[in-house]
T-cell receptor, first 113, second 112 residues
Framework: NAGVMQNPRHLVRRRGQEARLRCSPMKGHSHVYWYRQLPEEGLKFMVYLQKENIIDESGMPKERFSAEFPKEGPSILRIQQVVRGDSAAYFC???????????FGPGTRLTVL | DQQVKQNSPSLSVQEGRISILNCDYTNSMFDYFLWYKKYPAEGPTFLISISSIKDKNEDGRFTVFLNKSAKHLSLHIVPSQPGDSAVYFCAASVAGGFKTIFGAGTRLFVKA
């Protein structure tokens, strides 16, 4: 049973470009969470999704950021018109349901030049 | 507004001794608490959890203690091993809620 998979592991973008981060949850997990970790800081919740539905996006910046979890395929975190402040590690986690521990992927390290 | 606080950014312990990592929270609605461990360039991995109906949960070398009145929990690792050197995150959530709130982490160094 493969763990949570994220790709790419490292992503470099220039200011103004788009970044697409992908997350495949563990088999059987229908709950996906995205977190951002800035240097020397903890994990900040961004968004929680179930298949085809955004349940809670209260941690997501209102502009330029969007997330989806389609019926088929991985969850996508999309950042449009990236700025240097978007440089961070983005972690995806999945769980089989609420109130279960979350299983994390290895993260995508985004660097904006 | 930091609802989950880990006030010690780092901790250094001798191998074989006890490591105690502390965590405080402000939201009295939290009723489920977790500890995650993170190595560099990897995602966090779940370590141990505790529900608010308990005040202690033990799993091998790891024990989590919860003091609800003080809104405080701690993770004890005994005996500490060099492989325990990592960043430890405390996290809290509300039953039926969607968000898990993480602390800033404590970096543990276990010296051989």
């Amino acid at each position: 049973n493969a763990g949570v998979m994220q790709n790419p592991r490292h992503l470099v973008r220039r200011r103004g470009q788009e970044a697409r981060l992908r997350c495949s949850p563990m088999k059987g997990h229908s709950h996906v969470y995205w977190y951002r970790q800035l240097p020397e800081e903890g994990l900040k919740f961004m968004v929680y999704l179930q298949k085809e539905n955004i349940i809670d996006e209260s941690g997501m910046p209102k502009e330029r950021f969007s997330a989806e979890f389609p019926k088929e395929g991985p969850s996508i975190l999309r950042i449009q018109q990236v700025v240097r402040g978007d440089s961070a590690a983005y972690f995806c986690a999945s769980s089989p349901g609420l109130n279960n521990e979350q299983f994390f992927g290895p993260g995508t390290r985004l660097t904006v030049l | 507004d930091q609802q989950v606080k880990q006030n010690s950014p780092s901790l250094s312990v001798q191998e074989g001794r006890i490591s105690i990592l502390n965590c405080d929270y402000t939201n009295s609605m939290f009723d489920y608490f977790l500890w995650y461990k993170k190595y560099p360039a990897e995602g966090p991995t779940f370590l141990i959890s505790i529900s608010s109906i308990k005040d202690k949960n033990e799993d091998g070398r790891f024990t989590v203690f919860l003091n609800k009145s003080a809104k405080h929990l701690s993770l004890h690792i005994v005996p500490s091993q060099p492989g325990d050197s990592a960043v430890y995150f405390c996290a809290a959530s509300v039953a039926g809620g969607f968000k898990t709130i993480f602390g800033a982490g404590t970096r543990l160094f276990v010296k051989a």
